[in-house]
């Protein structure tokens, strides 16, 4: 496959060095946004008389085409490119001809992966924030059944003052409130379009990248085009704060194991969300709740993945960055399948 930067070189690229750097197995995650942004950008260069109307055209009808044929399955990504956006490249200019190729008009893949992940991450924290909602809804709809539950309330793990367990329930609605407040304070930063830095210091095209911003639902535009290809304080944020939602998950599925034991005895879980032991018929393991708590860890892992990643980057873009992919996508996928879990595992506990 021709390389998009493949001009001043004349040896092919060492087949470990293809596989090291290929991002294409993880970042294909991506290509819904990839392919939006490019309708976008491709509708603006068109606006702006940068490529001709028809030229612009030809290559939304082809990028929607191929958004049509990858979501039915009837397209195969090829999977020697080196990424997402060359691979898209690459379909698009087999389909239409040389005018796939002005896509790249005026856009560098650095300007172009930050506001991919910019849409990944704003489409994932709305559905994350309904998750978060659901389960608030979950969490006042028992308190109110529990309003005259008496249970021990504990310090030190000792039995200290009687509390209802409405009391205790609530405790981790005013957790996961504050989380919803994190994930709305992060959506603003994230809701940023960065496209229009170029590689790093703009284009002398006449862009217009509010045209880009309005037709992708973005309400800001970046500042300063070596951030905006350089940023990832956003992804940070998130994975800071579905750190802090999944150390609340912990606490609290750490209680429901506790609670489940036969020494404590206050509740007992749903077949439904329990495992057995074959050689010891007597056990009811809480799985979901150990494993919620075992991959909070991984979500911890992440964030320093990410916090180290950035920490001694010069500006602008550089490699590096392509490591933010992995651990974002972890850490929402992770995020996502522990508080679908979670929700009916306590709604359905005795
Ligand atoms: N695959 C790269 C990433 O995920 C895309 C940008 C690469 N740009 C470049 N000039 N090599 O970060």
Not at 104 to 124: F, G, I, P, W
Not at 239 to 260: D, P, T
Request: aromatic content about 6%; hydrophobic content about 45%.
């Amino acid at each position: 496959m021709a390389k998009l930067w493949g001009g001043r070189f004349q040896k092919k690229t060492n087949q470990l060095m293809e596989d090291f750097h290929s991002s294409l197995s993880f970042d294909q995650k991506l290509y819904k946004y990839d392919l939006l942004g490019s309708m976008a950008h491709a509708r603006m260069l068109g606006q702006q008389k940068i490529i001709s109307p028809a030229e612009a055209e030809k290559i939304v009808k082809g990028l929607e085409e191929l958004l049509t044929g990858l979501e039915a399955g009837h397209i195969e990504l090829p999977q020697e490119a080196e990424d997402i956006h060359s691979c898209l490249e690459e379909l698009l200019t087999a389909k239409v001809g040389p005018a796939g190729k002005m896509l790249h008009t005026a856009r560098s893949r650095n300007d172009q992966v930050a506001l991919d992940l910019r849409m990944y991450l704003k489409d994932e924290i709305k559905e994350i924030r309904q998750l978060l909602n659901d389960l608030i809804r979950t969490l006042l709809e028992t308190a109110e059944k529990h309003l005259d539950t008496i249970m021990p309330g504990y310090t030190h793990l000792q039995r200290a003052q009687p509390v209802t367990l409405a009391h205790h329930l609530l405790a981790y609605v005013q957790m996961f409130e504050r989380d919803r407040g994190r994930l709305e304070d992060c959506y603003r930063r994230t809701d940023v379009m960065p496209l229009g830095a170029g590689a790093l210091a703009g284009t002398t095209f006449p862009v217009e990248p509010k045209i880009v911003a309005a037709e992708l639902g973005f309400s800001a535009l970046a500042k300063n085009s070596l951030d905006a290809v350089s940023d990832r304080d956003f992804v940070v944020e998130f994975a800071a704060a579905a750190a802090l939602i999944m150390i609340h998950l912990s606490r609290f599925c750490e209680e429901i194991i506790l609670w489940s034991t036969a020494e404590f005895a206050f509740i007992e879980l749903d077949d439904a969300f329990a495992t057995g032991s074959s050689m010891m018929p007597q056990k009811k393991n809480p799985d979901a709740a150990e494993l919620i708590r075992g991959k909070t860890g991984r979500v911890f892992g992440s964030l320093i993945s990410l916090l180290t990643m950035l920490k001694g980057l010069p500006l602008a873009y550089n490699k590096d960055l392509q490591e933010d992919k992995e651990a974002l996508f972890d850490v929402a996928d992770t995020l996502k399948k522990s508080l679908l879990v979670f929700r009916p595992m306590l709604a359905t506990i005795k």
